[in-house]
């Protein structure tokens, strides 16, 4: 279990099958959702927050995959993909850190891309354009023995699966042990 930083909020993707993760403030993300109205948001809370500021955001769905290869961004809402990242701008000094949880979420499956397929990138420009440490992981992530038989405490999210990178706001990633 690894344990968000309060006060702590996760958006929950409505269509994910998995276990909703429970925070201070747990928002379920319809699938009509736009990304700008789902960042607008999660500013709105922040904003409202002890503090002023989210210590700990976690973004709960499934991840985008074209042939079984991730890297192509989030099934959040309507879809969060490259062509959003400027929109985490509004993220910036409202959030400690952002945990995304969501399969194959960082995998480059087309290294370089100017679009989608390339998870380091987005992740990165995720961090940059908000300002804070994002983690993600490159392989498919399952909730395991927490979900069978407990469910997963509040405030805290499951482990990660496969490798794991922390990206900074200036852009550096490197692999991290959670």
Not at 142 to 148: F, K, R, S, Y
């Amino acid at each position: 279990m690894i344990e968000m930083k309060f006060p702590h909020m996760v958006l929950n993707a409505e269509d994910y099958h998995g276990p909703h993760y429970k925070m201070w403030n747990t928002y379920t993300v319809p699938v009509s959702h736009v990304a700008e109205g789902i960042l607008a948001w999660t500013a709105a809370v922040a904003k409202g927050a002890p503090g002023r500021k989210l210590g700990s955001l976690v973004i709960h769905c499934h991840g985008y995959e074209i042939n079984s290869h991730g890297g192509y961004g989030l099934q959040l809402g309507t879809g969060v993909q490259r062509r959003h990242t400027p929109l985490f701008r509004c993220l910036k000094g409202l959030v400690g850190e952002i945990y995304i949880v969501a399969c194959k979420a960082a995998e480059i499956s087309d290294p370089g891309t100017s679009g989608d397929g390339d998870g380091n990138l987005f992740c990165c420009e995720i961090a940059k354009n908000a300002s804070v440490d994002v983690y993600a992981s490159t392989a498919t992530q399952t909730p395991g023995i927490w979900n069978d038989l407990w469910g997963i405490p509040y405030g805290k999210i499951d482990d990660y699966e496969g490798d794991v990178f922390r990206w900074r706001a200036d852009g550096s990633c490197q692999q991290v042990r959670l």
